[in-house]
């Protein structure tokens, strides 16, 4: 049997929900079925998701395998099962409630067909799917441009690239090892990273149009119920892009500010959802930036002069909650 072209990965875990939907945008490709191979990787799903796959792909005309597994170790280490047992050189990997515009696959193997040996890297727009009635698309289009300062780039929210709206070229994931499978948050802006870092390319492959559909299910997803993660998430991706651009002489003054300005939001979040890193991500903007003081609010800035910012934002903090607490006290009467 002849290799096929792209191998779609796709982590289930208590997907029954969502998975019918997935695959049918598979199945919806206008790519021949055969040209693609999919994997699904169950981590000791409860419900009948896999089971559900497996009927649908079962009926289906691209060869298919379901690799079970015993426990959750976690999105990362899932798919790095997953792209491991892949036969392609080019991997989609889709979370299981997301969705694939019908030219996707074919679009970007286009693309692939003449792209050189150290793009890593196939992307194209996308679009936020949400729940307003009924899931629809919603607006704007997500149209990613990586250019000059690529690393900064994959670091700024509105040059996201969502899980599944890009390509990887499998041999650049077996020269990095895939993901870090101690990352389960943002763990898809960490690979992009470490794939700049070792001088991959980027390749944009526009099509005018979303060829992928991030579903947002609010709190219930996993940056939205695991804040304190998903913070530590972020300070782990700039930490990595500053010490990496320290290292090899790269950390411009421009550069730096980026990155101060970054962790002055993840400071006045942290204080409240993880006070150890708070501690820790303070001493170390200190120690880049000596007599730092908060820019977002003046009367912070002002209270940070007299007290430190440390005793500022805790204060900040209880005065949040005290808030609260006296408009639910208000609301009993």
């Known amino acids: 049997m002849p290799a096929p072209d792209v191998s779609v990965v796709i982590p289930l875990y208590n997907s029954a929900e969502w998975i019918t939907s997935t695959l049918h945008s598979l199945q919806q490709q206008t790519l021949d079925p055969a040209r693609c191979e999919i994997i699904l990787v169950d981590s000791a799903s409860i419900d009948h998701g896999a089971q559900l796959a497996e009927a649908i792909l079962s009926k289906g005309h691209s060869p298919f395998h379901i690799i079970r597994l015993d426990h959750n170790p976690g999105p990362s280490q899932a798919r790095n099962i997953g792209w491991k047992a892949a036969r392609a050189s080019w991997i989609q990997f889709l979370d299981s409630d997301d969705l694939l515009l019908p030219g996707k696959l074919e679009h970007q193997l286009r693309a692939a067909d003449s792209a050189s040996s150290d793009v890593a890297v196939i992307y ?15 607006p704007p289009l997500k149209d990613p441009i990586l250019e000059t300062d690529l690393i900064r780039g994959l670091l700024q929210t509105e040059h996201f690239l969502a899980t599944g709206s890009q390509l990887i070229r499998k041999s650049w994931l077996t020269r990095l090892n895939g993901f870090d499978e101690a990352c389960w948050v943002i763990e898809d802006v960490h690979l992009m990273l470490r794939l700049a870092m070792h001088h991959g390319t980027f390749l944009r492959a526009p099509a005018g149009h979303a060829l992928f559909y991030y ?18 998430g972020c300070v782990r991706n700039f930490r990595l892009a500053e010490d990496y651009w320290r290292a090899t002489g ?36 200190l120690s880049i930036q000596p007599g730092w003081k908060p820019a977002y609010d003046t009367r912070m800035r002002l209270l940070s002069s007299v007290i430190g910012y440390r005793r500022a934002a805790q204060l900040a903090m209880d005065y949040r909650r005290w808030k609260i607490k006296l408009s639910r006290f208000g609301s009993c009467f």
């Open 124 to 138: 194209s727009e996308w679009q936020n799917y949400v729940l307003d009635g009924e899931w629809k698309p919603a």
């Open 215 to 232: 579903r947002r299910r609010g709190t219930s997803s996993l940056s939205g119920s695991r804040r304190a993660e998903f913070l530590n």
């Open 250 to 285: 790269q950390l411009t003054r421009d550069r730096l500010d980026f990155v101060v300005s970054a962790y002055e939001p993840l400071l006045h979040n942290l204080v409240e959802a993880d006070p150890n890193t708070f501690d820790l991500l303070l001493r170390h903007l």
